[in-house]
């Protein structure tokens, strides 16, 4: 499962991150619409998406007719419906929130998947309102390529790291609100009460999300409502004593004190000797630097990490 920095396409904030808003605003609107239709699921995880080979999917989707799925096509720069009748779709390209939104809810009526979704952004400021958000787009193929690239091989270490792991654990999925591909251990405790505070999040979505102990760890390309980026990074909820003084790896890693969390610019990754390693550095020693501080029980919790036709060992 080893890759090279020729896997880790190179990210650049004036040359890629008008798409990549423009893509978080995108996943916003195809996201609402598992919120809107599957039944709700522990932290949340009904309405991510997943990484393909092709771009962003949606699971399957239940409502009216027959299941569908829905992808943003980062191949051929679509928005696609899929069912069992076959594919429709409307074109990625540079335009307005505003008319992207009456396009993409065209195409679920025309297509016999009506659905009310809310209407305006999450986890951004300003919310403004698809319908009402007339602010011109940006939409460059070879940007949106180049964010694919990055997911999929972002996504290759995680799954990695996923199997080292016998607790509760999140699948790797993409969180449309936050715009980041994230996975997530659990020790198995109550956490206590999140405050909230998430910017045009309800609360009771975030106290649900975070209500046991968490060390959670992803990737961050940039996105809408906020500057910065691309990076990884990891957190744990609560934060134990000493956290942000815990030792890293690689040397490149830091603890951003804004953020309340470790990061690991994605460029120090790409640029490095073996960038899946590096990676794997930072997501094993973020995540021990956690348990170890809030008394996991690691030896109850870990196990090697998984290799391609071998069973763990029991």
Not at 219 to 233: D, I, Q, S, T, V
Not at 250 to 265: K, S
Request: glycine share 8%.
């Amino acid at each position: 499962m080893s890759g090279t920095g020729s896997d880790w396409p190179s990210l650049s904030d004036a040359r890629d991150r008008p798409t990549i808003v423009t893509l978080h605003l995108v996943s916003q609107v195809v996201g609402k619409v598992p919120t809107a239709l599957l039944p709700w699921r522990n932290h949340g995880w009904h309405l991510t998406l997943r990484v393909t080979s092709r771009g962003l999917r949606s699971e399957p989707l239940y409502g009216a007719g027959e299941p569908f799925e829905l992808m943003i096509d980062l191949v051929s720069h679509r928005v696609c419906l899929i069912d069992g009748r076959g594919e429709s779709s409307i074109p990625l390209k540079s335009t307005t929130m505003a008319d992207f939104h009456a396009a993409f809810m065209t195409l679920l009526a025309q297509c016999g998947r009506e659905v009310a979704i809310h209407p305006a952004p999450n986890e951004v400021e300003p919310a403004t309102p698809f319908a009402e958000d007339r602010a011109p787009r940006a939409y460059s193929r070879d940007s949106a390529e180049r964010l694919h690239g990055a997911l999929l091989a972002s996504d290759r270490v995680f799954k990695l790291f996923r199997s080292g792991f016998l607790g509760k654990v999140s699948p790797v999925h993409f969180f449309w609100g936050s715009f980041d591909l994230a996975v997530t251990r659990f020790s198995g405790r109550p956490a206590p009460l999140h405050p909230g505070g998430i910017p045009n999040l309800p609360d009771s979505v975030t106290r649900e999300a975070y209500s046991h102990e968490v060390s959670s760890a992803g990737f961050w390309p940039g996105g809408a409502g906020a500057e910065g980026g691309p990076f990884f990074y990891s957190y744990a909820y609560p934060t134990p004593d000493g956290f942000a003084d815990a030792p890293l790896r690689p040397n490149a890693a830091r603890f951003d004190t804004d953020l309340g969390e470790f990061v690991l610019d994605y460029e120090a990754v790409r640029r490095s000797e073996d960038p899946d390693a590096a990676l794997l550095a930072f997501l094993t020693s973020t995540y021990e630097a956690a348990a170890n501080l809030a008394k996991w029980d690691r030896a109850a919790l870990e196990c090697d990490l998984g290799r391609p036709r071998i069973p763990r060992p029991v």
